[in-house]
């Protein structure tokens, strides 16, 4: 292994210790929230598949943008949570 293969793994290694030291948490808070966002888009587009009636004009045109997420969405909305597992992130 030359010199300079090995001084850009010390510099990548550096930089990742600064980000995951100063805005990893931020980081991975906003990939979150962006996910439930996109949870909550997609229970009042196919809200009716889980039981719940909500009638949306879009529905159809978001149809082909959610369609690759609808198995990832239908485990988590079906999953069972336990309370204490919330009460334990405060």
């Known amino acids: 292994m030359s010199g300079k293969a090995q001084g850009q793994g010390f510099?990548?290694?550096?930089?990742?210790f600064f980000i995951g030291a100063t805005v990893y948490s931020a980081i991975k808070e906003l990939e979150e929230r962006k996910l439930l966002a996109e949870y909550g888009l997609m229970l009042v587009a196919l809200g009716d598949m889980l039981g719940?009636?909500?009638g949306c004009y879009y529905r159809f045109k978001l149809l082909p943008v959610l369609f690759?997420?609808?198995?990832?969405?239908m485990r988590y909305m079906l999953r069972e949570v336990d309370i204490t597992g919330k009460l334990k992130e405060h």
């Open 11 to 16: 510099g990548r290694k550096i930089k990742d």
């Open 52 to 54: 719940y009636p909500v």
């Open 68 to 73: 690759p997420k609808i198995s990832n969405w």
